[in-house]
């Protein structure tokens, strides 16, 4: 429940920061001049603050679109990222953003419309596909009752002939979805981790059974989805528990019809990761044995094991090998630039 | 590694009721300025203005370990345009006058009351103007505080004690201490709340003692913060919890001793099921 809202002086008659406002009566306003001087300020622990957010209502201002680093794609020419929404209301320990953001707090960009025009701008420049990925610096669907984010920019992005919205989530916030016609340019992309891993390890998270039936029903209404296996958390027993795990995931999805399959290893920046050990001294997960190429660290499973591998291998028993992308293993040494990782 | 709780007041009429509930004795050792405490509460008379609610945050800040975990509230009267008098309000926003400065405490957890912009001036004011809260201390309070502690455990409560110049001239040391008195009970319950916040997600690592590998090895600053690293790496992932003696026998240096727990380490897989922290 959102008790406080920041909203930056500039917006505060804008509509959409109205209706959202106007949607929590009991909530304290408080206005700013701009959303960095709550969200960006030093003296913030992410973990306190995440007991209890606030909302920050914002305008982002240019430039909204930013290239996505090599080998965070799915395979297109042209791959761009933007992020309507700042932080996620799971609280998931592996997640880099409690390394990358001061603050816990939700920042809304309510400006849409200004997103759509550039993304308008840029896909008028390419001729083949842009893919559009939204879940980078949150969960593109969790938050969506109060954003109306993917009611507005799937029909929004329908318009664009040559634009491909990549909404990737962990949420069962598909309402707005099941209500909007599917159109061959959005892809609901759903991440998941065997159970184990999300029980320990993504607080506040659906289950994996709650996410594989809300995938289920995205794919009935005609949506393409994706897969995202994407960090890959090392743990002992890898082989039996991704067996079990795939075959959980193909009782429930169609794997002729999905999208595409994504794989990565954990990997943090070396600078994220300190901060995370400072907020979780004893989080066991960021102990283990990790190896570190250009900055990041790479956590590695069991001696001798490579769980990306593992998981790899047991997921071709279900999914072409063409439908599956290596986002980044111990194995593949291309590392992702510290600024974005996906979820 | 503990939680203090420190209350900066600006007048003697202010602190005496938090003293009475707070069951505080006078702390003969400071120096500068009157301090009480009882265990892991202090509470200092900083005197009038931001400077001296400054002088006070410092003080404390520097007289306690360093590595305690700092809880600041600021508690005093202020002034209102329209709110009753001898309400509690809290700040959610604080803006030095003087400087423009602004400042956003943080609620991590319920609040006792309603909250209000709050703004901080050098000289006594009664222009109270839109719905501000009037002071002198938060601004100098709040800078200060959050050198030494997050913002959502730095807090500025206020009782409401004038409406206007008039009201501020029959204000007596009585009729202050009521009205702050009124609220004691309520500051406790919220300090008590805060504090419960620190020690549940503020906790220090768990970690393997140092003192025996310190004494036998000479470990350089950058060797210690290593090695400290590694202790804590070691009790989160090995079940013996015990660093492994007999190893040791083989180190010559202490960067033998920092290797050979490393190669250790990186044989040690994690188990997930014990990395469950939430």
Same mark, same amino acid.
């Given at each position: ?89 799971f609280?998931c320990r592996y ?65 664009? +002939? @040559?634009? !491909?919205?990549?909404? $990737?989530?962990k949420?069962t916030?598909?309402? #707005?979805?099941? *209500? ?10 759903m991440s998941l981790a065997p159970e184990s891993v999300a029980a320990n390890l993504e607080h506040g998270a659906p289950p994996l059974g709650e996410r594989l039936r809300a995938m ?11 897969l995202r296996f994407?960090p890959i958390i090392p743990i002992s027993d890898a082989a039996s528990v991704f067996r079990h795990f795939f075959a959980q995931v193909f009782a429930e999805i ?31 997960l ?18 001798? +094991? @490579?769980t !990306?591998?593992?998981a $790899?291998?047991e997921l071709?028993?279900?999914? #072409?090998?063409? *439908? ?20 | ?270 188990q997930l099921s014990?990395s469950a922290?939430s």
């Open positions: 429940m959102i008790d406080t809202i920041y909203v930056e002086a500039a917006i505060t008659g804008h509509p959409r920061a109205l209706s959202i406002i106007h949607r929590f009566p009991k909530a304290r306003v408080i206005e700013c001049t701009s959303y960095q001087e709550v969200f960006n300020r030093r003296q913030q622990n992410f973990r306190v603050q995440k007991t209890h957010p606030a909302l920050i209502l914002a305008h982002k201002s240019k430039p909204r679109l930013h290239p996505v680093p090599e080998g965070q794609h799915l395979g297109a020419t042209h791959n761009y990222y933007f992020s309507h929404l700042l932080n996620c209301p609280d997640c880099f953003l409690q390394g990358m953001f001061a603050s816990a707090n939700y920042v809304l960009f309510v400006n849409y419309e200004d997103f759509v025009t550039e993304i308008a701008d840029v896909c008028a420049t390419h001729s083949g596909p842009v893919h559009l990925f939204s879940g980078y610096d949150c969960d593109s669907l969790a938050l969506e009752p109060l954003s109306n984010f993917a009611a507005h920019f799937v029909a929004a992005l329908a318009e664009i +002939d @040559n634009a !491909v919205l990549e909404l $990737r989530t949420s916030q598909i309402r #707005s979805l099941l *209500k909007t016609s599917p159109n061959p340019g959005t892809i609901v992309a289920r029903r995205v794919q009935d209404h005609g949506f393409k989805v994706g994407d169609n794997s002729s019809s999905v999208h595409s399959v994504t794989l990565g290893g954990f990997r943090l920046p070396k600078a994220f990761a300190k901060r995370m050990v400072r907020l979780y001294p004893n989080e066991a960021f102990a283990g044995p990790r190896d570190e190429l250009n900055g990041t660290l790479i956590y590695r499973g069991d001696v001798g +094991d @490579n !990306v591998a593992i $790899r291998n071709a028993r279900y999914i #072409s090998a063409d *439908k599956i992308l290596l986002q980044h293993s111990v194995d593949q040494p291309e590392i992702p630039p510290q600024d974005a990782h996906p979820q | 590694m503990h939680t203090l709780t420190n209350l900066i007041v600006a007048l003697p009429s202010e602190a005496a009721p938090l003293i009475d509930n707070f069951r505080l004795s006078r702390c003969t050792k400071a120096r500068g300025l009157k301090v009480y405490g009882r265990d892991n509460i202090r509470l200092v008379i900083a005197g009038v203005g931001k400077i001296a609610a400054a002088a006070a945050v410092g003080y404390i800040a520097g007289t306690e370990p360093a590595d305690a975990r700092h809880i600041w509230i600021n508690i005093g009267i202020a002034g209102h345009a329209t709110l009753p008098k001898g309400s509690l309000a809290i700040a959610h926003r604080i803006i030095d006058r003087a400087t423009g400065a602004t400042f956003y405490p943080a609620f991590a957890c319920p609040v006792p009351c309603d909250s209000y912009s709050l703004t901080c001036h050098d000289a006594p004011n009664t222009a109270y103007a839109d719905a501000e809260m009037h002071d002198m201390e938060s601004s100098g309070f709040f800078a200060t505080a959050s050198r030494f502690s997050s913002v959502e455990f730095i807090h500025s409560i206020k009782v409401i004690s004038d409406n206007s110049a008039r009201d501020i001239g029959l204000l007596t040391r009585e009729i202050i201490s009521e009205m702050i008195g009124v609220h004691a009970a309520t500051v406790k319950s919220f300090a008590a709340r805060l504090e419960c916040l620190a020690d549940s997600h503020l906790a220090p690592g768990i970690a393997l003692p140092l003192e025996a590998l310190l004494a036998r090895w000479h470990f350089t600053a950058t060797q210690q913060s290593q090695l400290r690293d590694i202790a804590r790496r070691w009790a989160l992932v090995r079940a013996d919890h015990e660093w492994p003696g007999d190893a040791f026998a083989r180190c010559k240096s202490s960067r033998d001793v920092i290797s050979h727990l490393n190669a250790e380490l990186e044989q040690t897989p994690i014990s922290e």
